[in-house]
């Protein structure tokens, strides 16, 4: 293959990046991560030096962002909107210092102002005798968006000075972002309502400044930190940078606090390794730290080149965000059945660490997220946090590319996987049997509320699995008093009060051993429901969704889940073998061969009742046969209304359905109606 030209490699990569900065600045949907864009930015300017004739008044390298959106009004800057040249390293870093001391003649050392470089959105704000008048986005640099309407949404932007002196004009430069919390809230929040979430806090930032529609702005949690100036009149500016953030803030600007002045380039080194472990922490996000040098006169003197001050720099963090291929998806079993999709990788270096598997949270995200193996996709790293895959390259996408499927049987048990609609996890169905889950198994046997063996605790089930004793829960049952005595901080009366626990365990009841199996959706409310209407085990064992959907509460997900444990034969040896061991229970007359008054009659609560609890009124409802729902619908026999019933009442009546008192109430719970 023919090698392109300097000529041809510098189109295409003006193409790229021109691209890129369209997605990202005017449709605020980044398809690249940050660390790409900068790795093709610094190709082109490189080549660019080394080809002078190939800069062109169209290059990326000779701008500073994307075009104005059409549904904004353009706003000339005054004073251009500039951007900030980029280090990577300490050896670039020291290079920039040395620049700025020989073109102040070689001074011995410079003074810098530190502060973080947070990641949102750039941001002009003009104050006209202490009043705001508009807001502007940065745009080309040149020309940007008027956003003023919206940006007076935002809490921490000043609507107008305070103090004395105010200028005549001021332009504030500053970044909006949107808090770590609050955008984790926003996207739960669109998540509930079904809407696209979403990327990342920058690009939430970006989409609802530019919303056009204020209300929508209005309801986002957004904040600003102010850095710099625009156009000034009517001030005598200080000094130094410093000095003049320090104004910016008696005048009731928000300037970040985290912003500090050091004497030397070595101080730039050590506030980067000191805002760098701060980092995780942080109540927003940042990319990096920007170095500015804090005599103004010296700022003036050593002044631009076509995109950016000579006097400032941004020393980015390593990259949080990497391009990568999605090799394989492995699926994990969780402690509670869970199965969680896993990105295998192409090896690639994100946040400071190779990285070669990520999570893909579930099968809703993977669909969400438009995911295939051969992929080209963004992988981002946070801190500490597990690396996760956040979308796919669409453009990039191959020919040939694989499918991601939910595999049908555990991948450590090989029971079966069950995945209800509207369910966003798939669990394995082999609670008692698969080795992903036995401690967790054990814990929830032994509880309280189920089997109730006092002093099986979490860190003695661990000793139990990890030594090999007890691989299922009627293990339990034959355990010795030498192998427990020889467990560590195991004494032969703990050892023999445990067999002792053991042993009165053996005599409980259905529900509390049902329960004890640990079905997914079957609490201790549920059992009950299913011990009292099927009476037995053996009969539960056999059930059909369509009897399981008879039970009081017991809907379509949970009838799924008991089947689908039932019909594992690893689960059903496990309970074959309890019974064996001795668990026993008193016989239950089961409902379903009981002639019960309120058989068939589905019953709504609503409102306060004075005279019953409505967990007592519930429970003697379904002593005579009753379903108690906690909605209305046609099929709603009767609606019981105590004081101040709400919509469940008007709903009653708009369909027609018979709607009583607690009186009647008091009445059929007594026979007396």
């Known amino acids: 293959m023919t090698k392109p030209s300097s000529s041809q490699h510098a189109s295409e990569l003006k193409r790229l990046l021109n691209e890129y900065n369209y997605q990202y600045y005017v449709l605020d949907q980044p398809t690249m991560p940050d660390a790409e864009y900068d790795r093709l930015f610094r190709e082109l300017v490189e080549l660019e030096n080394a080809h002078p004739e190939l800069q062109t008044p169209d290059s990326p390298t000779q701008r500073v962002g994307g075009h104005a959106i059409k549904e904004f009004p353009a706003i000339k800057h005054q004073v251009p909107m500039l951007s900030l040249e980029n280090c990577f390293n300490d050896e670039e870093l020291m290079a920039f210092d040395k620049r700025v001391r020989e073109r102040l003649s070689n001074v011995s050392q410079v003074e810098y102002v530190c502060e973080p470089k947070l990641d949102g959105l750039a941001l002009s704000l003009r104050y006209e005798n202490g009043i705001l008048v508009q807001a502007a986005t940065r745009g080309d640099g040149e020309t940007g968006e008027g956003i003023t309407e919206n940006i007076r949404t935002i809490p921490t932007v000043a609507l107008q000075l305070r103090g004395d002196n105010i200028p005549r004009v001021l332009e504030v430069r500053g970044e909006v972002y949107m808090p ?169 270096f994100v946040g400071g660490a190779k990285v070669s598997n990520a999570t893909l949270h579930n099968m809703d995200e993977i669909k969400r997220k438009d995911l295939c193996i051969g992929d080209f996709v963004i992988v981002r790293r946070a801190g500490d946090v597990i690396p996760e895959v956040v979308n796919s390259i669409l453009d990039k996408r191959p020919v040939q590319t694989q499918e991601i499927m939910l595999p049908a049987h555990c991948p450590v048990c090989g029971s079966d996987v069950i995945h209800p609609e509207d369910v966003a996890a798939a669990r394995c169905s082999g609670g008692l049997f698969c080795p992903a889950q036995r401690k967790e198994a054990i814990k ?230």
């Open 180 to 348: 770590r919390e609050k955008f984790t809230a926003l996207n739960e929040r669109l998540e509930s309502e079904g809407k696209k979430l979403f990327v990342n806090p920058r690009n939430a930032a970006a989409g609802s400044v530019r919303q056009l529609d204020p209300k929508i702005t209005a309801q986002r949690p957004l904040a600003i930190f102010c850095y710099g100036l625009g156009a000034v009149e009517g001030w005598e500016i200080p000094a130094t940078h410093y000095a003049m953030l320090q104004q910016l803030k008696v005048w009731g600007l928000r300037v970040c606090p985290l912003i500090k002045v050091v004497g030397n380039i070595q101080g730039c080194q050590q506030y980067y390794a000191d805002i760098g472990a701060q980092r995780p922490t942080l109540p927003y996000e940042i990319d990096g730290v920007v170095y500015k040098v804090n005599q103004l006169t010296w700022q003036k003197q050593l002044g631009f080149v076509s995109r950016a001050p000579r006097w400032a720099i941004a020393h980015k963090f390593p990259a949080q965000e990497a391009m990568t291929i999605l090799e394989a998806v492995d699926f994990q079993v969780g402690r509670t059945g869970s199965l969680t999709p896993v990105a295998r990788l192409k090896p690639v």
């Open 444 to 673: 929830h046997f032994a509880a309280r509320k189920a089997m109730d063996i006092e002093g099986l605790g979490d860190k003695l089930v661990e000793q139990l699995v990890d030594t090999g004793l007890v691989r299922t829960v009627a293990d339990l049952y034959h355990l010795t008093l030498e192998q427990l005595a020889n467990l560590e901080r195991m004494a032969e009366k703990s050892a023999e009060n445990l067999l002792h626990a053991l042993e009165q365990s053996k005599n409980t009841t259905l529900p509390r051993f049902l329960f004890a199996l640990g079905i997914r959706e079957v609490g201790q409310s549920t059992a009950l429901n299913l011990a009292n209407y099927f009476g037995d085990i053996a009969a539960l064992r056999q059930a059909s969704i369509e009897q399981l959907l008879q039970v009081q509460d017991v809907g379509p997900i949970a009838a799924m889940s008991i089947t689908a444990f039932f019909q594992q034969a690893h689960n059903n040896e496990v309970i074959d073998a309890l019974v064996k061991a001795g668990i026993h229970w008193p016989t239950i007359t089961p409902l379903s061969e009981q002639t019960l008054p309120l058989a068939g009659q589905t019953i709504v609560l609503t409102g306060t009742l004075e005279q019953l609890s409505r967990e007592i009124a519930t429970e003697k409802l379904q002593a005579l046969g009753a379903r108690v729902s906690g909605s209305v619908s046609a099929k709603t026999s009767v609606v019981v209304a105590g004081r101040d019933a709400g919509s469940k009442l008007s709903k009653a009546q708009e369909l027609g359905v018979a709607v009583h008192d607690e009186a009647w109430l008091l009445r059929l719970l007594t026979r007396d109606l």
